[in-house]
């Protein structure tokens, strides 16, 4: 659905409580809501002269309502207004979190929805056309489309991985069996040596070219060798929903992301594995990592209410976030060109990252929705894609800052968790609970060598 604003649209409703709203008759001089569409969404506001809200809602004509979706800011704390008796106005508007810059903003570089921009970009969609690359019919010559799997189950894959020859690995979560993509495109399974119930939740590129899975339920370490040659090995420290997701460090060892973990652990590039203390421990604290250009490795918040790294000499400290305190924050994270980290919202109703040099900032984003993006990818063009995992839409940052949303193809509850660039350009979502595979094709027929993959997180989860 998309984001849909008219001028002087303004009305009123005699609406109690903290549900959607029932409209009424267009104001003097003013449109009536009608005028956004039915099933469009909105910005809207809300006063009875002393309380206020302005948020995101869906109109509908349906008993001509408009839904109170997310909440922006409010006389309430941020919270929905409980109204009482009474007449109160309800027009459209442009919020400041829907701004160039986002609330709250710690550094005047963070970014936002360009509103000109992002209208650029829905009208190019509705043209058929975004720069070179035609969308048009998305089942058929569009740069979304889907394949067949081999194999699917339910949490089947968490996470992928790019291997040297060019294969694409998914990372066994749920599943009995490994599967993977070719640069051809097709689509084989093959045998683990352990198989459990969510067993693993990411996978990381060893500088030997193994793709090791990061262990969550699993009692042992699990790799795949350049030849491919599937073996396990033992873990120093287990315990349930331990690590999602791992970085490469500089050094080759590779790091687990600790989720529910109260250490950390770790294998080098000779394959010893150790565990080192940690600051900050919480139960789903963090998911995914990232490698910062200067070399240290920050940790995603999921429901932590602190940052956390490990810098390039091994030392772990904690810092300030911007925006905490909503349950399942952010899963996985992409590193933009620019140095910044940022964050892919799951249940987040905003975005957020690091600068290059340190500062965390937040900014506006079009599509949010409780267990909308579980990973991201950065393309060959700069843009950052996050992949839906619970969203209706695929949403992106491009490299010029502006935030957009496009369609997909297929969608499903948990349908996605993770992506990964192919050597093509393509961007593949990795299965969770899909039936079909699904892929973008960024920029058909580039040629791209793995040199150019900037981000720790790009074939990790």
């Keep these: 659905m998309p984001i849909v604003l008219k001028d002087r649209v303004k009305t009123t409703t005699t609406t109690t409580g903290t549900g959607t709203l029932t409209l009424s008759t267009a104001a003097t001089g003013y449109q009536a809501f009608s005028a956004i569409g039915d099933g469009n969404q909105t910005y809207y506001l809300i006063t009875d002269g002393t309380n206020w809200e302005s948020g995101l809602g ?9 839904s109170r979706q997310q909440v922006f800011e409010s006389s309430n704390s941020g919270a929905l207004v409980n109204w009482g008796a009474g007449t109160k106005d309800v027009f459209c508007g442009w919020p400041s979190a829907a701004t160039y810059g986002g609330v709250p903003s710690a550094d005047n570089s963070s970014i936002g929805t360009d509103l000109s921009g992002w209208s650029a970009f829905q009208a190019s969609l509705q043209n ?38 060019s294969d694409i690995h998914f990372v066994p979560f749920g599943a009995d069996r490994g ?43 699990q790799k795949i060798s350049a030849a491919g040659v599937v073996s396990t090995y033992s873990l120093v420290y287990t315990t349930t929903n331990a690590y999602s997701g791992g970085v490469l460090a500089p050094n080759g060892d590779i790091h687990f992301v600790p989720q529910s973990a109260n250490r950390g652990q770790k294998i080098s590039a000779a394959g010893v594995v150790s565990t080192y203390s940690l600051v900050y421990t919480a139960s789903d604290a963090y998911f995914g990592g ?4 200067n070399g240290d490795i920050y940790f995603v918040p999921h429901v932590a209410a602190v940052g956390q790294k490990i810098s390039v000499s091994g030392v772990v400290s904690t810092y300030s976030l911007v925006y905490t305190g909503a349950s399942g924050l952010y899963k996985g994270g992409v590193l933009a060109p620019n140095g910044d980290i940022h964050f892919v919202p799951y249940s987040a109703n905003r975005g957020q990252k690091i600068s290059s040099a340190g500062v965390v900032s937040t900014y506006s984003l079009v599509y949010t929705a409780g267990g909308a993006y579980t990973g991201g990818v950065l393309t060959p063009n700069g843009d950052l894609h996050f992949v839906p995992y619970g969203a209706l839409v695929g949403q992106k940052i491009s490299s010029t800052s502006v935030v957009s949303t496009y369609p997909l193809v297929y969608t499903t509850p948990d349908a996605y968790q993770g992506g990964v660039l192919a050597p093509d350009g393509s961007i593949t979502f990795i299965p969770s609970n899909a039936a079909v595979g699904q892929k973008i094709s960024t920029n058909p027929g580039a040629p791209l060598g793995l040199g150019v993959c900037l981000s720790s997180f790009l074939n990790k989860f």
Aim: hydrophobic letters at 35%.
């Design 58 to 66: 869906t109109y509908s004509t349906s008993g001509t309502t408009l």
């Design 128 to 165: 058929g056309v975004n720069g070179d690359v035609a969308y048009g019919n998305n089942s058929t010559n569009g740069i979304v489309s889907t394949y067949s799997l081999v194999y699917t189950i339910s949490s089947a894959y968490a996470g992928g991985v790019l291997a040297p020859n």
């Design 179 to 221: 599967q993977k993509i070719s640069s051809s495109g097709v689509v084989t399974t093959y045998s683990l040596v352990y198989t459990a119930s969510l067993a693993y939740w990411g996978g990381v590129l060893a500088a030997n070219g193994d793709i090791h899975f990061i262990p969550y339920n699993a009692n042992r370490g």
């Design 290 to 293: 990232v490698l910062a250009p």
